[in-house]
């Protein structure tokens, strides 16, 4: 899959990961990107750092109704949504649930919400493509925050589903699973020393936003489903899938080590 000439939605595009990917894809050449975001004044100013072929777009993604009307763009039919938009908690058992409704309204129903949006439309053209952020956590879990955790492994499910249904009627899925990047949801948890954040540190390199947006490239390029910015991520979903207790103790002694 190349961008070039292609329509593309970016959500959660006003800041970290989805900046960077609205960017890029407007250097690959993209005919049209739409800029989306709840934060307008951020999404307005990626759109005026890329040009005329950026369109800023308010969007609330735990709104389906905001979500479709995404579908209307100004270039023409979406040849690629980037279901992008993401929120953390923060918190294990004391999660209250308004926390955790609000986790799943966004890191799962807003990619269910994309699907119906563009898939039937993609599917009457002959193909388009999804890519959904789903973070490491999706396939390896998350430290310090079970909401994440859970809700981000759902939307990994949702998108297998998606390409077990759709591939034969050209629709291609993909799944953005980076562990550390240098956004202001990360930085927020450093600052706070959260253990979510710990974990993060202790796990690898803390990859820029503009690396990420580069894998992305290179993962639409080769269709992959699982788009890994940080390779070591494959080894560990191995190591879970191989040895399922075994990778549960270790994470186990891996957190509680990371503890006072």
Request: hydrophobic fraction near 50%; glycine fraction near 10%; charge should be negative.
């Given at each position: 899959?190349?961008?070039?000439?292609?329509?593309?939605?970016?959500?959660?595009?006003?800041?970290?990961?989805?900046?960077?990917?609205?960017?890029?894809?407007?250097?690959e050449?993209?005919?049209?990107?739409?800029?989306?975001?709840?934060d307008?004044?951020?999404?307005?100013?990626?759109?005026?750092?890329?040009?005329?072929?950026?369109?800023?777009?308010?969007?609330?993604?735990?709104?389906?109704?905001?979500?479709?009307?995404?579908?209307?763009?100004?270039?023409?039919?979406?040849?690629?949504?980037?279901?992008?938009?993401?929120?953390?908690?923060?918190?294990?058992?004391?999660?209250?649930?308004?926390?955790?409704?609000?986790?799943?309204?966004?890191?799962?129903?807003?990619?269910?919400?994309?699907?119906?949006?563009?898939?039937?439309?993609?599917?009457a053209?002959?193909?388009?493509?999804?890519?959904?952020?789903?973070?490491?956590?999706?396939?390896?879990?998350?430290?310090?925050?079970?909401?994440?955790?859970?809700?981000?492994?759902?939307?990994v499910?949702?998108?297998?589903?998606?390409?077990?249904?759709?591939?034969?009627?050209?629709?291609?899925?993909?799944?953005?699973?980076p562990?550390?990047?240098?956004?202001?949801m990360?930085?927020?948890?450093?600052?706070?020393?959260?253990?979510?954040?710990?974990?993060?540190?202790?796990?690898?390199?803390?990859?820029?936003?503009?690396?990420?947006?580069?894998?992305?490239?290179?993962?639409?390029?080769?269709?992959?489903?699982?788009?890994?910015?940080?390779?070591?991520?494959?080894?560990?979903?191995?190591?879970?899938?191989?040895?399922?207790?075994?990778?549960?103790?270790?994470?186990?002694?891996?957190?509680?080590?990371?503890?006072?």
């Amino acid at each position: 899959m190349r961008v070039q000439d292609k329509v593309v939605v970016v959500t959660g595009a006003a800041s970290g990961i989805g900046r960077a990917l609205a960017r890029r894809f407007a250097d690959e050449g993209a005919k049209g990107v739409v800029v989306a975001d709840l934060d307008e004044a951020g999404a307005t100013a990626v759109a005026k750092e890329i040009g005329p072929r950026a369109t800023p777009v308010r969007a609330d993604v735990s709104k389906e109704e905001d979500v479709a009307a995404l579908a209307d763009t100004p270039f023409g039919p979406v040849d690629l949504f980037c279901s992008n938009a993401g929120v953390i908690g923060g918190h294990g058992l004391d999660a209250s649930e308004q926390e955790w409704s609000a986790l799943y309204a966004v890191n799962v129903l807003a990619h269910v919400y994309a699907a119906r949006a563009v898939v039937p439309s993609m599917v009457a053209r002959g193909g388009g493509y999804l890519l959904n952020t789903c973070s490491a956590a999706g396939l390896i879990n998350c430290p310090g925050d079970a909401p994440y955790a859970v809700t981000k492994a759902a939307a990994v499910a949702f998108a297998e589903w998606l390409a077990i249904h759709y591939a034969p009627k050209g629709i291609k899925v993909s799944v953005l699973c980076p562990q550390g990047v240098r956004t202001a949801m990360l930085e927020h948890g450093m600052g706070t020393d959260h253990l979510t954040a710990r974990a993060v540190r202790a796990s690898g390199a803390i990859l820029d936003p503009a690396d990420v947006a580069a894998a992305v490239v290179d993962g639409l390029a080769a269709e992959r489903f699982h788009i890994l910015p940080h390779p070591e991520v494959a080894e560990y979903a191995r190591r879970k899938a191989e040895d399922p207790d075994r990778w549960l103790a270790g994470m186990a002694a891996f957190v509680a080590g990371l503890q006072p």
